[in-house]
C-alpha cells in the first residue's frame, strides 16, 4: 500500500505534529519587510529580480505593511534617527518575526565611525541572520534568508524580544 492509496481511501487520515507543520508553513513563507535605508537597498531589490528570483524560497510577497510581513529585512547605514522609526516599524509587526541585518553599515557601523551613525542594529533589534559584505551580492542575502529558515524549522524555543 503505498501513500498515494492512504490519500485516495474513504476512510484514510494523515496524521502529523501541529506544531511541525507551521514551522513548515512558516519556514516556506516568510514576507519581507524591505527597510532599505542605504546603497545595500538596491541589492535587496535586484534579488527580488529574475536573476536571483527570490520567490524559489517563498519570500516573493515584499510587503510595505508591518503588519503583513513576518521578517525585517534592514539594509544599509542606519542613523540614531532613522532607527526609532525603525523600531517603530518592528514594533507593529505581528509575532513571530526575525530580522536580516544586510551588509556592513547594518551589522556594524560600516566605515562610518560617526556620532549619528549606529554601530550595529543589534543595538535596538534582536538580529536572526548578519548578511556579510558592501554591498553584499543578491546570493549573499538568498544565503542569509536560507539560514534563516533553517533556524525557523530547528526552532524549539520562543523567541524574547529586545525593548
Same mark, same amino acid.
Given at each position: 500500500?503505498? !501513500? ?5 481511501s474513504?476512510?484514510? @487520515?494523515?496524521?502529523?505534529?501541529i506544531?511541525? !507543520? ?5 519556514? =516556506?513563507?516568510?514576507?519581507? *519587510? /524591505?527597510?532599505?535605508v #542605504?546603497c545595500?537597498?538596491?541589492? *535587496?531589490? $535586484?534579488? $527580488?529580480?529574475?536573476?536571483?528570483d527570490?520567490?524559489? @524560497?517563498? #519570500?516573493e510577497? @515584499?510587503?510595505?505593511? /508591518?503588519?503583513? #510581513? ?6 544599509g547605514?542606519?542613523?540614531y ?7 517603530k516599524v518592528?514594533?507593529? *509587526?505581528p509575532e513571530p ?6 551588509? $556592513?553599515?547594518?551589522?556594524t557601523?560600516? *566605515?562610518?565611525?560617526?556620532?549619528s ?8 533589534? /534582536? ?11 543578491p546570493?549573499n542575502?538568498? =544565503? ?11 526552532k ?5 524580544? =529586545?525593548?
Amino acid at each position: 500500500m503505498g !501513500l498515494e492509496d492512504k490519500f485516495t481511501s474513504k476512510d484514510g @487520515f494523515f496524521t502529523s505534529k501541529i506544531d511541525a !507543520l507551521l514551522e513548515w508553513s512558516r519556514k =516556506n513563507s516568510l514576507w519581507p *519587510m /524591505p527597510m532599505g535605508v #542605504s546603497c545595500c537597498a538596491i541589492t *535587496m531589490m $535586484a534579488t $527580488a529580480g529574475p536573476r536571483f528570483d527570490i520567490s524559489r @524560497f517563498g #519570500s516573493e510577497v @515584499f510587503r510595505f505593511s /508591518p503588519r503583513q #510581513s513576518d521578517v525585517m529585512i534592514v539594509a544599509g547605514t542606519v542613523t540614531y534617527k532613522m532607527a526609532k522609526a525603525i523600531r517603530k516599524v518592528y514594533d507593529q *509587526m505581528p509575532e513571530p518575526k526575525w530580522v536580516i541585518s544586510m551588509g $556592513a553599515c547594518a551589522s556594524t557601523g560600516g *566605515m562610518f565611525r560617526s556620532y549619528s551613525v549606529v554601530q550595529g542594529i543589534d543595538q535596538f533589534l /534582536p538580529v536572526d541572520v548578519y548578511v556579510a559584505g558592501c554591498p553584499p551580492r543578491p546570493d549573499n542575502l538568498l =544565503n542569509g534568508l536560507i539560514t534563516l529558515q533553517k533556524k525557523i524549522q530547528g526552532k524549539k524555543e520562543k523567541k524574547v524580544s =529586545n525593548k
